[in-house]
């Protein structure tokens, strides 16, 4: 009997070794989004209504009010009100392609894509990431911002405006991967003007601007250059 006890408690352990390996990361990210959305406080929910409240279950992927510390996922925070009304109904609409975003804005409302924009762009801008200190790729990067003239559009100090978003403190992967997607034309530009620039790029013209773009401190210079 306790043999057969030892072995089965072997079996099982294997099995839970098993599906940790293949499933470990999102298991864990599952746990702590229950563990967040349980330590929600009266106040939060005050704010923004009966539970669920809309905004909040961002948290999974974006932060709490939107303020990534994932390198790979958009902080939303600081983001202005017109460039994040214009992203969700581009999700929607197909004109942004992403499966996940698609079919959760697909499910909105205009008025609840408003309200989301509004909470967001509202919220305290952080940086995305601690900053690992790079000064030859930063000072590369810096110089490209620079002869790209990236600041007359996004502003002095990269935090976006209207329909522009804010760049600095956003993930440096995000950044990377975005602009790697406009140079193939994966991602498109209304406008045009981040394709063409992004065409310009080199890979490592690409990793250089993230990384700058990425060590500023939203609002205000650079977190790893002093």
Known sequence: MKRTWIVSAAVLLAGVVSVGALYGRDYIDGMQFEKAMSEVDKTEVANGGPWPQRQETCYFCHGAHGQSVNASYPALSGQPEAYLVAQLHAFADGQRLDPYMGAIVRELTDEQIKTLAVYFSRQMPVQSEAERGQPALEQRGMALVAAKSCQACHGASFMGR??????????????????AAF??????????????MAATLSGEDIHAVASYLAGLSPGGGSAGMQ
């Open 183 to 196: 140079k193939t034309g994966e991602r498109r530009d209304p406008s045009g003007a981040m394709n063409g």
């Open 162 to 179: 209207e329909q522009i978003p804010r760049l600095a403190g956003q993930g440096e992967a995000y950044l990377a991967e975005q602009l």
